[in-house]
């Protein structure tokens, strides 16, 4: 039988059958993306042994559901980066023409398909919770995108899905050696 949590920002989440440490939202409009909808999963979370998730989860999409497209168009520039930067690793491929033909950053979006919201705690250092966003994106269709906010508030890691929260954590590297997150 599954489990039911309650979140007061999105509402009842239901525990995965796969994964009993997750649990799934309906779908919701997510204002950074236009107001498409998405399900929010909260990962790693056993309501058990972490009694302050739910509110701090909460307080991070809070946070993350006022951020809106003129935010989203503030880390355009970051997004083009992680594209440009993969093209160039790759060589010329005639299929990634309309992506270097962009001429103002803000179309990177055109590019880019978010697929689902995850909320977590990251499980050393900070302890903060973290939204992130995982997306298909044109030029990386193996690994994907993934956008990261920190409580919900600030981008601290633009990357392609390979599931660490922070450059920090990917590159086994102190919080401040890591540019967005030392930012924060």
């Known amino acids: 039988m599954n489990k039911e949590i309650i979140s007061k920002i999105i509402g009842q989440l239901k525990q ?3 994964f009993p440490d997750w649990w799934k939202s309906e779908e919701i409009s997510i204002p950074f993306f236009d107001n498409n909808k998405l399900t929010i999963t909260f990962m790693d979370f056993e309501p058990e042994h972490d009694k302050t998730f739910i509110d701090e989860a909460d307080q991070a999409l809070t946070n993350f559901l006022t951020l809106n497209i003129d935010d989203r168009n503030i880390i355009s520039e970051l997004a083009y980066k992680n594209c440009m930067d993969f093209l160039e690793t790759v060589g010329f491929d005639e299929a990634d023409e309309p992506l270097r033909q962009i001429r103002n950053k803000n179309e990177i979006w055109n590019f880019i398909q978010p697929t689902e919201i995850y909320v977590t705690r990251r499980s050393y250092k900070d302890q903060n919770i973290y939204v992130f966003i995982a997306c298909e994106c044109d030029w990386e269709q193996e690994h994907g995108l993934q956008l990261v906010f920190r409580q919900g508030k600030k981008l601290t890691r633009i990357s392609d899905q390979d599931g ?7 590159y086994d ?3 401040e050696e890591d540019e967005l997150l030392s930012r924060f």
């Open 164 to 170: 660490h929260l922070t450059e920090a954590d990917a």
């Open 173 to 175: 590297k102190p919080d």
């Open 16 to 18: 995965e059958e796969r």
